[in-house]
């Protein structure tokens, strides 16, 4: 069974703790995502999963093979894109290609199947040096390269940061395919929305997973009543509901305002106390909240933890 597993991982860097206790397990044929921002230590937890990083403390595996004592069976296993495109510049589309099936001893007409829907897209450019590449073309052409010896997992490091919308949509429905194809993939992210697309996602920060879930159900995480606000004058608006002392939380998302109020305080409070405040063009109504507020709200809950202790 292609399965990950990591059990009480920690990790640090001097003084740094990158990882606190990491535990999690990714199913076999599951599109796992891991969300959080930078810092959070999503990559050296891939780092440690691919086996270039060697933890401080506790285990992983995948499948049946230990990344520390296993590891050189495991890289002939792992199909993996970091984060930074790692590829040859100098070297075209094709050579690039050409030599990391080489390295894993296949070619490209072996595993070309699986790897057609991709690199069709990149084909007609196959004798361009891959530095010259737009950055959806090296997005394709490094998964295309993590993909051509037909690892059991697919491990990718922010794949979609810095790339346009459009090839991130496109990137993600090549994922969905490849994991039609039983290939375990664990991806991490910065990016919410791309949480909608996996299977289950561990939400990270500081080291810690603060929940694991499917991404449908974590929303009913948030127990508080919650409210989408706006006015015409925003930033007053802000400036008052923080000051208001009857809002346990004012964060801004888009074009509104999230609030979480106080017991007591309904929307007919809310409206009531803007509109006498002089408020034009005032909204509110009460929502059902995202993954994004769910993960706020369990920050801030981690950070008054640890101050407490």
Known sequence: MAEIN??????????????????????SGELFGLIGP???GKSTLIR?????LLPDKGSASLGD????KDYKQLRRMIGYMPGRFSLYEDLSVEENLQFFATVFGSSIQENYELISDIYHQIEPFKKRRAGNLSGGMKQKLALSCALIHKPDFLILDEPTTGVDAVSRVEFWDMLHKLKARGITIFVS???MDEAMRCDRVALMQDGKIMAVDSPGVIPDRFPETLFAVKADDMYRLKIHLEQSGKLQSVKLF?????V????????DELINDLEN??????YAEQIRAGIEDVFIRLMAKQEEDDHAK
């Open 260 to 267: 979480v109020p106080d017991k007591g305080f309904g929307k």
């Open 6 to 27: 990591a059990h009480k991982i920690s990790k640090s860097y001097g003084k740094t703790q990158a990882l606190h206790e990491v535990s999690l397990k990714v199913e």
């Open 38 to 40: 930078d810092g959070a």
């Open 254 to 258: 888009g074009q509104f305002l999230h």
């Open 48 to 52: 440690i999963l691919t086996t270039l």
């Open 65 to 68: 093979y230990d990344v520390v």
């Open 189 to 191: 992210t910065p990016y």
């Open 277 to 282: 405040q002089n408020f034009k063009g005032v």
